[in-house]
Structures are given as C-alpha cells and as structure tokens.
C-alpha cells in the first residue's frame, strides 16, 4: 500500500488542493472516497462541487477491483433528521370559558358545604362531565 504522501502525490491536482487534502489525513483513494461518500455535501463545502467531481473520477481509477465493489455497496448518505411541518399558531378548543368558570365555581361551592362532598357527589360528578365535554 502506498504512504500518504505517495498517494496524493500521484494525483494530478494542484499543490493547494494537495494540500487541504493532506490536511485531511486520508491515506488512500478508498479512503478518501469513503469520505467523500459519507458526507458529499461537506465535502463539496469544503473542496468544492466541481473539484470534486473531479477527485472523485481520479480517485475511483485508483481503486482495486475489490475497494471498487464495496464502495458501489454502501448505501448512500442520507439526513438523520425529520421533516416536520410547522405546528403553526397554537389555537386552543373552542369553549364557553365563562360557562366554564361558573361550573367550577359550582362544583366548589357544592363541595364546600358541609358533607358537600357525599350529599352532592352526583351533582358534582354531572358537572365535572360537562365540563370534560367541553374539550
């Protein structure tokens, strides 16, 4: 296998980009396409879109027939992120808020009273149901 600095050397790209890819610190073509392959974006980002394409054509010639076949089988790079739509405007249900507050009201002026809790416990279960109704 060739060193680092063999293999970069054998490629005909300029000394600059020679040299952002040695700061990389691949050490062969499989190596680096692997890369390239992972994350083409940030690459493109960081290379550039067509240096790249152009890396990668000389890079897939340095390949062995064996490095060639797995990388055509790794699946492609994709977003571990998901696309959600916007929740938008929170809207709360539709209620009487006014009936509301004269139920509640109701049911702790019944529960209030004394023995309010047992004596009305019907009364107050209606009223609680209603007011559950209202969501």
């Known amino acids: 296998m060739n060193s680092e600095a063999d293999f970069l050397d054998e490629l005909p790209i300029l000394q600059a980009q020679r040299s952002k890819l040695r700061d990389l610190g691949t050490v062969s073509a499989f190596e680096l396409l692997s890369r390239i392959q992972a994350s083409p974006d940030a690459f493109q980002k960081f290379y550039g879109r067509e240096s790249t394409a152009e890396l990668v054509a000389h890079l897939k010639h340095e390949l062995t027939q064996e490095e060639a076949s797995l990388l ?59 007011i559950a109704s209202m969501y």
């Open 72 to 130: 055509e089988s790794t699946s492609p790079s994709f977003s571990l992120g998901a696309i959600v739509d916007s929740p938008g405007r929170f809207q709360p249900p539709p209620m009487d808020e006014n009936k509301r507050e004269t139920l509640l009201r109701h049911i702790e002026t019944l529960r209030h009273e004394p023995d309010g809790e047992k004596r009305h416990r019907l009364q107050i279960e209606q009223l609680e149901r209603a």
